[in-house]
C-alpha cells in the first residue's frame, strides 16, 4: 500500500475533519503490509454511548492511540491522525521512535475500510503523548520531537459550528517520584493552550484516564497564552523538517539535555 492510498483512509475526501490529518508518519515505515503489525483493539471502559456532539482527543503514547481511536470508530467516531513528527530516513536513532507507531497507522487502514463511519461524524483527534517527552539530544540523532500548536486543530467557532459541544481529553495515569504510588492526571501544556480557547468559547471540558467514566475539568489558563512568544520559544527548541512536520538529524558538539513539556 502506498502512503497516498493509506492517507486516503485515514483522510477521506468526505470528511470534514480531513483538512486538518497529517500524513507524514504514512512516509517511512519498515514494512506498509497493512497486515505486518497486529492492533490491539479493546473495548472502550470511559465511554459508555456515542454522542454526535462530543469530539474527542486522544493523548496516549505509540500505538496506543492508534488502538484506542480505533475502537472509538467502531463506536461511529471519525480518527483523525495530528502527528506531526517523521521518522528518520534510515528508521533508526530516532530520539522518539515512531516505527510502531507508523505500523500500527497502516494496519490501521484495513480495519478503517471495514468500519461504516458517517460522513458527520464527530471527530477523534489523535495525538502521541510522547511528542515532547524525550531525553539524550545527542550529535547524530534524529531529533522528531514536536508540538501540536492551536492551528493544528479546528477553532473553536469551527466546532461549535458543527455541533460540537463537548470535548474529552483521554489520557493515562503517570507514575511520578521514581515510580512510587504518586500518580497525576495531565494534560500536557501544548494541549492546554488549545482547550483553554475552546473553554472560553464555551464547550465543556472533560478528561478520562480510561479507568472510569470522563468528568468535567476546568483548564487553567496556559503560560504565555495567545503570546507570539510562546510559539516562538517552542519551535526554536525544535527541529522543524524542510519538507514539513518535525525531523532533523543533530549536528555539533555532544551534549545531553532532559526535554519535557513543564
Known amino acids: 500500500m502506498t502512503k497516498i492510498e493509506a492517507f486516503k483512509i485515514w483522510a477521506p475526501y468526505n470528511s470534514i475533519w480531513t483538512e486538518w490529518a497529517k500524513p507524514v508518519l504514512l512516509e517511512k515505515t519498515q514494512d506498509n503490509d497493512p497486515e505486518s503489525f497486529m492492533l490491539k483493539i479493546h473495548n472502550i471502559r470511559w465511554l459508555n454511548n456515542f454522542s454526535q456532539n462530543t469530539a474527542i482527543i486522544i493523548d496516549l503514547p505509540d500505538e496506543k492511540s492508534v ?11 471519525r480518527p483523525v491522525p495530528l502527528y506531526n513528527g517523521r521518522c528518520s530516513p534510515n528508521l533508526k536513532d530516532m530520539i522518539i521512535d515512531v516505527n510502531n507507531l507508523s505500523k500500527a497507522l497502516y494496519a490501521g487502514t484495513d480495519q478503517l475500510t471495514s468500519i461504516n463511519i458517517n ?5 477523534v483527534f489523535m495525538l502521541d503523548s510522547r511528542r515532547m517527552k524525550a531525553w539524550g539530544k545527542n550529535p547524530g540523532m534524529y531529533d522528531n520531537r514536536w508540538c501540536i500548536f492551536p492551528q493544528d486543530m479546528p477553532s473553536a467557532s469551527f466546532l461549535i459550528k458543527h455541533n460540537i459541544q463537548n470535548i474529552i481529553v483521554r489520557t493515562e495515569l503517570t507514575q511520578t517520584f521514581f515510580l512510587k504510588v504518586f500518580y497525576e492526571n495531565k494534560i500536557q501544556q501544548d494541549l492546554s493552550h488549545i482547550l483553554y480557547r475552546y473553554q472560553e468559547a464555551g464547550i465543556n471540558i472533560q478528561l478520562s484516564c480510561g479507568n472510569d467514566e470522563a468528568k468535567d475539568i476546568t483548564i487553567s489558563k496556559p503560560p504565555q497564552y495567545n503570546s507570539i512568544f510562546y510559539r516562538i520559544s517552542v519551535i526554536v527548541g525544535l527541529s522543524k523538517n524542510t519538507s514539513g512536520g518535525f525531523g532533523r538529524q543533530i549536528p555539533g558538539i555532544k551534549n545531553t539535555v532532559e526535554i519535557n513539556d513543564n
Request: charged share 25%; hydrophobic share 40%; glycine share 6%.
Open 67 to 77: 488502538e484506542e481511536s480505533l475502537a472509538l470508530a467502531y463506536m461511529g467516531y
Open 119 to 123: 460522513d458527520d461524524a464527530p471527530p
